[in-house]
């Protein structure tokens, strides 16, 4: 007898279905497939497919820093201590982390919220960062930021009023918010950045937003992503201000995404929990979670998952069920916080590792400098492009003009306008790049997003690929 499917689209949790991810989307499915192509010598406009889907630094050839993977080899394996190639910090680094782990391996668990060395130098970072107090009490580790980002909005599924709860997100945004709002079934509020203002973040249309939601919903909470993903800006400090008014106005827990904080190229940063604590009371006492990961930035350790939630003036209760719930999760990879704690505790002038520290790291950011730099003179060259200025990150996020036949050409094939060109773009050329679709957008205009930390050559084979191709794409279409 045959036995039916346990599991079917109609009995799978229906979350799940609702969940997308442009970044691996079906672009990035196309263009594993043409790599398999090209592979088996299919004859192609070009002879290779170039990743400007996902911001793997270290997949577009940014060097490890030196430092950091000295401490992970130390850590994974001690007995090279007596290596004679090995910086005394080093040794000493990994020396007070091991003294923190049970038995002194980086093999057994750590404490669900991470070792304390870690989350105590979590909290001396951001205390010079903000010159606030900060507690490793306070800090929870995890396996990058997306982890503690659900876990955190994982407290906020339960209806409030008899009226489902809704979080608000920015639009263009990252699209772990969107996903993980779907897969945990909270409602999405979108409110739109101001492309003409470079992006920014107006209190009018959180307003807009807010009272829409709040006919169906209880909006529970506001998430802001600052520096930008996809679009890089970076708020005023009046623009922040003008949020945690908003915030406190309507009784919003703020969720504040800074992981782009060390991708700043033209601006200084400040973190909400500075601009909060410096406007005083009742906004220094308001809730917030805000999010830094070592996937981003100089160190860039995407495949090694390191990150960390900093929860202040939540409820005791409240972090009490968040540690419970960290705790089913065991813990963070050990090695992961390793990382971390490099990031968080870098090498001091006058240390052995300090000189080539700062070399490795003066080269990244002089990269992401010209790159940013390069991208933005580029893309305004282009006829129907347009793109505001990059402040930081490692993204550009064009606006492009798609005449009407190129529209219903796309129609045709089910697909939206910018998913059609992304399409075409990847086909002709072999540039990979995610559609504006996947990160939203206002209706009428279209977008893409590429990383634009690819080596020089490559990277100067991109902008002269969109060049040529939009050029291309009007001729066919107009």
Known sequence: MKLDKCLTSDNINQNLLNIQYAVR???????????????????????????????????????????I??????????????????????RQRVKEILGDCTQGSVGAYSPCTGLRIVRSRVAQYLQKRDGVPASPDDI??????????????????????????????????????????????????????????????????LERCWRE??????????VVINPGNPTGQV???????????????????????????????????HSFKKVMHEMGAPYSSMELASFVTCSKGWAAECGLRSGFVELVRVELKVSAAFNTARGVMQCPTVLGQ???????????????SYEQFAKEKRLIHQVLTERTETAYKTFN???????NPIDGSMFAYPRIEIPSRAQEAAAELG???????????????????????????????????????HPREEFRYMMEAFKRFHHNFLDNYS
Not at 72 to 81: G, I, M, Q
Not at 213 to 222: E, K, P
Not at 241 to 268: H, P, T, W
Not at 415 to 430: H, I, N
Request: net charge negative; charged share 20%.
């Open 25 to 67: 989307g079906p672009i990035v499915q196309r263009a594993m497939q043409i790599e398999r192509e090209l592979e088996k010598g299919v004859v192609k406009p070009f002879d290779r497919v170039v990743r400007a889907n996902i911001g793997d630094c270290h997949a577009l050839g940014q060097k490890p820093i030196t430092f």
């Open 69 to 90: 993977r000295q401490v992970l080899a130390l850590a994974a394996c001690p007995h090279l201590v007596s290596s004679v190639d090995v910086p005394e910090d080093v």
């Open 140 to 205: 929870y580790l995890g396996s990058g930021a997306s982890d503690v980002i659900k876990a955190v909005l994982t407290m906020f599924v339960e209806d409030v009023d008899g009226k489902p709860p809704a979080v608000m997100i920015p639009i263009p945004q990252y699209p772990l918010f969107s996903g993980t709002l779907s897969e945990l079934g909270l409602r999405q509020a979108d409110y739109y950045l101001e492309e003409e203002h470079d992006w920014a973040l107006s209190v009018e249309e």
């Open 213 to 222: 939601a709040s006919v169906d919903c209880h909006v529970r909470a506001l």
């Open 235 to 269: 708020l005023t400090r009046r623009n922040m201000e003008q949020v945690v008014r908003f915030a406190y106005e309507r009784g919003l827990f703020l969720l504040a995404d800074e992981v782009y904080q060390e991708n700043i190229v033209s601006k200084r940063f």
């Open 338 to 352: 390793c990382i971390l704690d490099c990031v968080m505790k870098p090498p001091s002038p006058g240390e052995p």
């Open 381 to 387: 060259t282009i006829p129907g492009y347009s793109c």
């Open 415 to 453: 697909m939206t306008p910018d998913e059609f060109y992304c399409l075409r773009l990847l086909e002709e050329t072999g540039v990979c790049v995610v559609p504006g679709t996947g990160f939203g957008q206002l209706p009428g205009t279209f977008h893409f997003r590429t990383t634009i930390l």
